[in-house]
């Protein structure tokens, strides 16, 4: 925790504490692809007196601002909320998988505690809105979105048993892939929610932090980014989001909550698109050609980039691999390539 906050973390947050021993299955964490992980791992390993007694006082000791992720049962937050916020705690999370004791959960610990509570969501839940709106409700001054996705399920091919220990070797995936899962959670909290939500899952570089804000994040939380690439890694992605956001003319982190809001109300749209093509920014790599389904686009042997507007359903997948951006759309030059 101390070498989060010396790479710059505004907080952090325990693993989750519970009463019930945790035994871990062993392996419980798998690398699913270069920048995500399948994971069967349990709650917090050690005890709730070790946190209560040495680690949560110890990382306050060293200017850590220091959320304790409290669960999974009403009778277990009862128990452990007074101890976690008398430890130092700054603010509370409260983590459930089971909506029927979330609420109860809030509502007790909102009235035993002073401290913000924060509630952390599953992205799994069907009703998912109604559930943070009811929590709010109960009192959450913020909610975390959101928990790993799944379950799911890898396999090793040269055993062909499940990568994973846990039972029916199923885990929960993090990082990268679930990005955009996680992007839409975090919109549809910002559209009926004021109170400031904390956007998790799939950070992995600067600009993922800065969509994730663009969806209505007022915070930014990162778990398998700093576990693939290490705490350290936290000030890297801090000074690259600065970077970012000074090229991209925004004035803080701040300014760029919620900016992508307005156009997720907008109707549907179905006007042809503009393509924009800067021969001189083009490398010649023929992914635009290849990915196109419709053979709408060609590269001929001389570099004459052309589309053929007759075969072209504009999908947009020529303008998203294109790796130099030489090929944009573009809505005030109507040229056509
Ligand atoms: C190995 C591992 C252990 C985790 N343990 C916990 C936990 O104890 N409590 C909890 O609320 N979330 C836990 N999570 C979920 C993360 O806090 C986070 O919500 C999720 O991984 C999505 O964020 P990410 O894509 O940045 O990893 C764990 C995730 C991973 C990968
Ligand atoms: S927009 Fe789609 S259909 Fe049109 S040229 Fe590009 S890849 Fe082909
Ligand atoms: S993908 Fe981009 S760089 Fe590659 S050939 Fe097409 S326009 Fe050129």
């Not at 069907?126 to 009192?139: N, S, Y």
């Not at 001054?141 to 220990?165: F, H, K, N």
């Not at 994040?217 to 690259?240: H, M, N, Q, W």
């Not at 925004?250 to 909550?257: K, Q």
């Amino acid at each position: 925790m101390e070498r989060l906050h010396l790479a710059g973390a505004g907080a952090v947050t325990t693993k989750t504490i519970r009463l019930i021993d945790c035994i871990n299955p062993k392996p419980h964490m798998f690398l699913n692809s270069r920048d995500s992980l399948v994971n069967c791992e349990k709650w917090t390993d050690l005890s709730a007196d070790q946190w209560i007694k040495t680690e949560i006082p110890r990382a306050v000791r060293g200017g850590v601002v220091v959320i304790a992720s409290i669960g999974h049962t009403l009778p277990e937050s009862s128990r452990l909320a007074e101890p976690v916020a008398a430890s130092g705690a700054a603010m509370i999370e409260l983590v459930s998988y089971d909506e029927a004791d979330l609420i109860p959960m809030v509502t007790d610990i909102r009235r035993r505690v002073k401290c913000p509570v924060l509630v952390k969501l599953s992205p799994n839940g069907k009703r998912f809105l109604e559930t943070a709106q009811r929590c709010v409700a109960a009192g959450a001054d913020a909610i975390t979105a959101c928990d790993s996705l799944g379950p799911v399920l890898r396999i090793d091919i040269r055993t062909g048993r499940p990568a994973l220990a846990g039972a029916n070797g199923t885990g929960w995936l993090s990082g990268r892939a679930i990005k955009p899962v996680i992007l839409q959670r975090v919109a549809e909290l910002r559209n009926s929610l004021t109170c400031p939500i904390i956007g998790l899952g799939g950070v992995m570089e600067a600009a993922d932090a800065i969509e994730m804000a663009m969806a209505g994040a007022t915070f930014v939380g990162l778990c398998t980014a700093l576990i693939l690439r290490g705490p350290e890694y936290l000030s890297k992605l801090r000074s690259d989001t600065e970077k970012m956001l000074d090229e991209l003319g925004y004035a803080n982190f701040a300014s760029v909550s919620g900016v992508a809001l307005q156009y997720l109300r907008q109707p549907e749209q179905t006007s042809p698109l503009k393509f924009a093509y800067v021969a001189s920014k083009c490398i010649h790599c023929g992914q635009c050609v290849k990915t196109c389904c419709y053979q709408a686009r060609s590269l001929s042997t001389d570099g004459t980039m052309d589309v053929d507007i007759e075969k072209c359903h504009y999908c947009g997948l020529c303008v998203d691999v294109c790796p130099t951006r030489a090929l944009t759309f573009c809505k005030e030059d109507p040229e056509h390539v």
